[in-house]
């Protein structure tokens, strides 16, 4: 049976959205000119609509729920200018300002950069938030502070969304000249820190904060706009685990590769 719905119209321009992680009838979106909204496709009606804007950037281009603790959820709003705004969601369906920061960045001499994805990386609370500015964070949501920073892709215009294997071991993410990448998480966990190794004698790609040791492969002719892996993986009886993962381009194109890996093999 076909079931239509409708929600009440809006004059904004919807950029974004996503579902309550729990409750499939909640619905989160972000608009070009600053609305957070929270809609009911059950009673198909919107719930709560809050503004979202820092000085003149208005514009929400990434959204996303993240459980947080027990029965709790946050909230993530990403901007145009690189603007991270966390909320806690209330019991009353509410938006509850928790704290924000901006992703700056080098490559444009310190301004803000769109902002086109958030993910959680599995097993911890730790959020990976990919930008325009060809660079990938993984940040603490409880200071903003950033972990490790993963480079070596080219991103500066597409809505390219970056993620992780099941175990989070891997991050994928595809780019605008057509290759698919992968950074490890593991390895830079291992380094020495910048506190107790002096940063001039430290290679930039064996830093525990910054990462740009990477593999590829040019998986199309075109642009890839979207890389993700399959939630769950297979391990053989002689401990390879095997990863399903899928790659689409601007034309339309997609593609389905496996990935195979031991960890217990160096």
């Not at 009838?25 to 009673?43: A, I, P, V, Y």
């Not at 099941?166 to 910048?194: R, V």
């Not at 993700?228 to 194109?253: C, H, M, N, W, Y």
């Amino acid at each position: 049976k076909r079931s239509d719905y409708f929600l009440e119209a809006v004059v904004s321009t919807q950029s974004t959205g996503t579902f309550h992680p729990f409750d499939c009838s909640l619905f989160m979106s972000g608009t070009l000119d600053g609305k957070l909204q929270l809609w009911s496709t059950r009673n198909k009606k919107m719930l709560t609509n809050r503004e979202i804007r820092n000085g003149d950037d208005g514009m929400i281009t990434a959204v996303y729920f993240q459980p947080y603790n027990k029965n709790m959820i946050r909230a993530f709003v990403g901007t145009f200018m690189g603007n991270v705004t966390i909320l806690f969601l209330t019991a009353k369906n509410t938006f509850e300002y928790y704290t924000s920061f901006n992703i700056q960045t080098r490559v444009l001499r310190g301004q803000g950069c769109k902002i086109t994805n958030f993910v959680e990386r599995p097993g911890t609370k730790n959020v990976l938030i990919t930008s325009c500015d060809s660079r990938i964070r993984l940040i603490d949501p409880e200071t903003g502070q950033v972990i490790c920073k993963y480079k070596g892709y080219f991103h500066q215009q597409s809505i390219i969304r970056s993620g992780f294997s099941h175990d989070g071991k891997l991050i994928i993410a595809g780019d605008e000249k057509s290759f698919c990448y992968f950074w490890d998480t593991e390895t830079h966990n291992s380094l020495p820190s910048l506190s107790n190794v002096s940063a001039k004698h430290l290679k930039r790609q064996l830093r525990r904060d910054k990462n740009d040791c990477y593999y590829r492969f040019r998986s199309h002719k075109v642009r890839v706009t979207c890389a993700t892996f399959a939630p769950e993986a297979l391990t053989d009886r002689e401990g390879f685990i095997k990863e399903l993962f899928v790659t689409a381009d601007q034309s339309g194109r997609i593609k389905f590769f496996l990935n195979i890996r031991n960890d217990m093999i160096s």
